[in-house]
């Protein structure tokens, strides 16, 4: 008669050395600190309050036009240079632009006074000001991510700065839709539910309220540890999850005005699509823009739904303009550096400086 021992054939279907290494990266994540996020070689080429301007040069210099990066004002901007082998900035230096990253820092209690005004005027187009003396260069290629994207858009409408090219990533244009519960909006544009108080309550909303919210709004805030355990043996797989994790978790807080501001003319009113947005006395009119344009939007993207990008390809008066969609969310593609190739395949053609080209083919 023979011998059965129980949970002989669960162990034998176990591979030892992979759940050993799970359970060893898994303890390892919990036990040591958060990553340092190493930049890109960079330099400060200006400062404004909590903003900085970082310059980083290309590798090897093979396109005459920068890139000036504009990330959202809700969040940190290392999302764009999250580390070696993912960073997007990384990406455009190695494909040979010299980049611009604006850094919008944090403010504290002595910025609530400061409006989207001052944020798209004081900071933004002085920034783009200063990138153009740095660089030398007589245009610039703007790219602005998420709500980086819409004050891209904001500010390539009012300026009269020479933007040879604008791209919008994830943007959203249209805020009567979007991630942002029905009832919310439904409250918002009939004057029941307002944020003014809260927002002067707080005179600079915390970071930590801003990280609540999105949380409950995606899951790409819930970093969820279930991806985690099944895949922890693979460990470029924890590498990426331990810097999402960290950029997830480290909000940036908001000027109370500019949140103001933001939830009424932009959600409330949805001034920016119906071209009523009025920003440091200029009306902001899409039709404007006369640049090239490339917009792409994230198949799987749940914080910037593709229709709230989709209005601004007819709303500009561009010849030059492209629409796409790619697979991913709306994190993914920053995090694996993607970005950086899609950005290349629109610019590379155009971020030529064409008056030493003809110099170069015909001697004039």
């Known amino acids: 008669m023979g011998t059965k021992v129980l949970g002989t054939n669960l162990f034998s279907s176990l591979n030892i050395e992979k759940e050993t290494k799970r359970w060893n990266q898994l303890y390892k994540i919990i036990a040591e600190p958060k990553l340092d996020i190493i930049p890109t070689p960079r330099e400060c080429v200006w400062k404004k309050n909590k903003t900085t301007l970082w310059y980083h040069p290309a590798k090897e210099k093979k396109h005459a036009v920068p890139i000036f990066l504009v990330y959202s004002l809700l969040n940190k901007v290392y999302i764009l240079d999250i580390g070696e082998g993912n960073s997007v900035v ?69 300026t009269d700065l020479p933007i040879k090219n604008l791209t919008l990533a994830a943007v959203p244009i249209d805020f009567s839709i979007g991630i942002v519960p029905d009832k919310w909006l439904e409250g918002l544009q009939k004057g029941d539910l307002s944020f003014d108080q809260f927002a002067e309550a707080h ?16 899951p790409v805030y819930g970093s969820p540890k279930i991806n985690l355990i099944t895949r922890a043996h693979d460990e470029e797989y924890v590498e990426k999850w331990r810097r999402m994790d960290k950029w997830t978790k480290d909000t940036a807080s908001f000027a109370g005005a500019a949140f103001k501001q933001m939830f009424n ?21 899409l039709k404007n823009i006369t640049c090239p344009l490339f917009v792409f939007s994230c198949s799987r993207d749940t914080l910037v739904l593709e229709q709230q990008s989709l209005p601004v390809i007819d709303l500009v008066s561009s010849e030059d303009k492209t629409y796409e969609v790619y697979d991913g969310g709306h994190v993914s593609l920053a995090l694996t550096g993607v970005f950086a190739e899609i950005w290349d395949k629109w610019l590379s053609t155009r971020s030529i400086d064409q008056q030493k080209e003809l110099v170069k083919l015909y001697g004039i």
Do not use: Q
């Open 265 to 285: 003319d932009l959600y409330k009113d949805n001034k920016l699509l119906k071209g009523e947005l009025v920003i440091g006395g200029k009306k902001v009119d």
């Open 90 to 158: 990384g990406g455009l230096t190695e494909r040979g632009y010299d980049v611009y990253l604006l850094d919008w820092g944090s403010p504290g209690l002595e910025d609530s006074n400061i409006t989207l005004d001052n944020y798209i005027l004081d900071y933004l187009e002085k920034g783009i000001k200063r990138a153009l003396r740095h660089s030398g260069a007589k245009e610039i290629s703007l790219a602005g991510y998420c709500l980086g994207g819409t004050v891209a858009a904001i500010v390539t409408s009012i």
């Open 203 to 218: 005179e600079t909303i915390p970071s930590e309220f801003l990280y609540l919210m999105f949380r409950m709004l995606s």
